[in-house]
């Protein structure tokens, strides 16, 4: 059976519909749920074996990315979440929903602590919104969502992107293999620079320690096809985006 999927969307998030596309192209059976609904009744997720917080603008940025949902989880339905989460099901979190993700303490969760906030995605080192391409290199080998891959190149869109944590959390990420994703050089840039935000240690993505929930900065649902490649005109490049993988990894783990 296809692996259900619930793409959230609502409150300023806007990149619902690539996300739930990006999902059924790889395989699997995907509905939105307006995120209000998924807070008044949490019990509806255990109908799910995904769920997706896409990016966006969630409450238009103005409250701090991703903070005021994150507290919203935290109060409301954390427990329900665990449950989901200790059942061997999925969460991935892009751009806003990575943040969602950190506020609610569901990332980097180590020792198994829920609602345990440990790390933030802050304003960008220029103090400005940040929109372009990146190259990415996976680093750990225990996410699920970064399985086979070794390169990625996807757009990013954020003004507060900066991933921030303190000394002993960064050692305990490397040592338990939690760091999925980094900036790293590429041709192309011209001036611009690799680290879109000046991110810690140069740090795009994480997982928790199941490899089963995973947060990014950088948005693989905009590039699902190749005529999203800002060059797709220029190059020959494969039907498929590369972002697809990532979704088809999450799809391909309940086979």
Known sequence: ????????????????????????????????????????????????????????????????????????????????????????????????????????GLLPRLNGRYGERKITLTDNGCGRFRDYWVHLKTESEKCVWTKGIERLYLPVRHGEGRFVTDGDTLKSLYE?????????????????????????????????????????MPHPEAYNHKTNHPRWTREELPEEGLGLQVYKNGVKYFE
């Open 1 to 104: 059976m296809k692996p259900k999927v619930m793409v959230l969307y609502g409150e300023g998030l806007n990149c619902e519909k690539e996300t739930e596309h990006s999902f059924n192209t790889s395989g699997a059976d995907t509905k939105r749920v307006l995120i209000q609904d998924m807070v008044k009744n949490s019990k509806m997720i255990k109908d799910y074996q995904i769920i997706a917080f896409p990016g966006g603008f969630l409450h238009g940025d103005s409250l701090g990315a991703g903070r005021l949902m994150g507290a919203i989880i935290r109060k409301y339905m954390l427990e329900d979440l665990q449950r989901f989460i200790e059942d061997d099901r999925l969460v991935i979190g892009i751009c806003n929903g990575f943040q969602v993700l950190a506020h609610a």
């Open 176 to 216: 338990q293999d939690l760091v999925a994703l980094k900036y790293v050089p590429g041709d192309g840039l011209g001036d611009l620079p690799y680290n879109p935000n000046d991110s810690q240690d140069d740090i795009a993505g994480i997982c928790d320690p199941t490899g089963r929930i995973f947060g990014l």
